[in-house]
């Protein structure tokens, strides 16, 4: 089955700067590939999602790159926020989503 | 849309009780996840209905574990009997369908005691 791997597992960073979160997966057959943001004690929220058939797309200050030959996607926050801080997870899709461990986000101001 | 809701917010009880977790999924969404969160094992997939049927539930840790949909509005997860290893955040998400995005109801922490 699909396998999804996150770094890193923490990320520090002063407000203003950009933040990139990696991940990898291991079956070719997915096709799908969301991100979700998580912040602490709530529920996790799509934040941007990308297709096989697509390199990268953006949204304000958040892309994310996808490398299919490669299998591996990540996500990029540019002008980093405080509001930023939360937990990240990657996913990929083939009939099911499979999630990373998490990235906790920590945004200093 | 009301988004996902999940019933109860939280749950204590004691090792060997039953534990009924209910969600209501968005109208309109086809396919439906539970799953659970710990720190050890991060988001672990539990189960999934695709149009109120059970497609894989390989995720299921054991037969303590059950789960139904007996109509497209409503999905039940039950463990019995409970016990503290079962004590987590379960989420329940819906979408339109399984390659699109979901939307995760707000969880039901649930403590075994």
């Known amino acids: 089955g699909e396998n999804v791997e996150q770094h890193p597992s923490t990320l520090s960073v002063q407000e203003g700067d950009s933040a990139v979160i990696k991940c990898t997966y291991s079956d070719s057959a997915s096709n799908y590939f969301p991100w979700y943001k998580q912040e602490l004690g709530k529920r996790p929220q799509l934040i941007i999602d990308i297709r096989s058939n697509v390199g990268e797309k953006k949204d304000q200050r958040i892309a994310v790159t996808l490398n299919k030959t490669a299998k591996h996607f990540s996500l990029h926050i540019t002008e980093t926020q405080p509001e930023d801080s939360a937990v990240y997870f990657c996913?990929?899709?083939?009939?099911?989503?499979?999630f990373g461990a998490g990235t906790i986000l920590r945004v200093k101001s | 849309d009301a988004g996902v809701i999940q019933s109860p917010r939280h749950e204590v009880t004691e090792m060997g009780q039953e534990v009924t977790l209910r969600c209501k999924p968005i109208s309109g969404h086809n396919s439906l996840f539970w799953y659970r969160q710990t720190m050890m094992r991060g988001l672990e997939l539990l189960i999934y209905f695709n149009n109120n049927v059970p497609i894989d539930d390989s995720g299921m840790p054991e037969d303590r574990f059950s789960a139904k949909m007996p109509n497209a509005s409503f999905s039940t997860l039950k463990i019995q009997p409970s016990e503290p290893r079962d004590s987590a955040v379960y989420f329940c998400a819906s979408s339109l369908r399984v390659d699109y995005g979901y939307t995760f109801g707000s969880g039901t922490r649930l403590t075994v005691v």
């Open positions: 996913a990929a899709d083939g009939n099911k989503l499979v």
